[in-house]
Each structure stands twice: as C-alpha cells, then as structure tokens.
C-alpha cells in the first residue's frame, strides 16, 4: 500500500526557511507524480508545485514561484519542498500527494491524487 509521511513543518519569522519532507513507500515503481498542497483557516486547498518523477517536470503557482523548490532524492525515496523568504500568507497545513503513473507531467489539481500524507503544520510569523 503506497503511503506519504510529510515532515518538518514549523514556527518560523517572516523572512526564514522551512523545508518540508515527504516520504514515500509501497509505490510499485518509481514513476509517479507528487503534488504539495495547503491549506489555510477558511480557505480551500491550494495546489503550491508538483513534480513528475518520470522526466522531473515540475510546477509551481504563482505565488510561491523564485521562493520555493520542489526535489527528490531518490535513494531515500524522499520529496522535498525548499520554502525560502516565508510570508504570513505561507502559513497553512501543507500535504503532499501521489498519483501513480508513468506521468509526463504534473498537476496542482487535487482530483489527480489519491494518496495522501497527514499533513504538517507551517506557521510564519510576523
């Protein structure tokens, strides 16, 4: 059974750096997209950036694009999300996402997963 663990989420300044992990297992083979998403107080979920573990094509939404940076080292089977100059609008539960594939691309639409983490709590104050 393919499961997702995200971790490092934190109480961090305006202005710092978070990285948020994802770790992966019971994929039966290496090819499937990761999503990160988040999710606010009273908003809906928002789709940050994505990655194709495929061809490493990746996505990212405007608000976050030259801030943050979405890898994997493959060894650990492990998704990263670099998040740098962090603003309050940062702050929400950020969960990543799976969808077997192969895929040649990716997407932020949530429909297109269907494995999720628990989630990890990102606050940035001001």
């Known amino acids: 059974e393919a499961q997702l663990v995200e971790s490092g989420g934190a109480l961090v300044q305006a202005g710092g750096s978070l990285r948020l992990s994802c770790a992966t297992s019971?994929?039966?083979?290496?090819?499937?997209?990761i999503g990160w998403f988040r999710q606010a107080p009273g908003k809906e979920r928002e789709g940050v950036s994505c990655?194709?573990?495929?061809?490493?094509?990746?996505y990212y939404t405007d608000s976050v694009k030259g801030r943050f940076t979405i890898s994997t080292d493959n060894a650990n089977k492990t998704v990263y999300l670099e998040m740098n100059k962090l603003n309050t609008n940062d702050t929400a539960i950020y969960y990543c996402?799976?969808?077997?594939?192969?895929?040649?691309?990716?997407?932020?639409?949530?429909?297109?997963?269907?494995?999720w983490g628990q989630g990890t709590q990102v606050t940035v104050s001001s």
């Open positions: 019971g994929f039966t083979n290496g090819e499937y997209a």
């Open positions: 996402a799976a969808a077997e594939g192969p895929y040649y691309y990716c997407s932020v639409s949530d429909r297109w997963y269907d494995v």
């Open positions: 990655l194709s573990m495929t061809d490493g094509s990746t």
